[in-house]
């Protein structure tokens, strides 16, 4: 996939999501893109995964007010290796 200058992406794997808890949250590593960093956040409530984007100007100091858009795609890799595509 080639990504423009106005484009990024950043990837996170789960390792064993069925024993990804109910309330546990893992953090991505940091990837700096405009001078600011981004962060993504998985989190599992009540049985559902969640996907939450952060920015920053330093790696101490999340922007609250912030606005972006962008595509979620989601791959589910059996133990058999085979994929699932979803979004």
Known sequence: MSLSERDFSMEYTIKNASEFSDGEIQWSGERVWRNLVWKL?????DGFLGVSLYCSRTSNTWIKDCQISG???CEIVSGNGKTHMGG
């Open 41 to 45: 956040k998985i989190s599992k409530s």
């Open 71 to 73: 595509v979620v795609t």
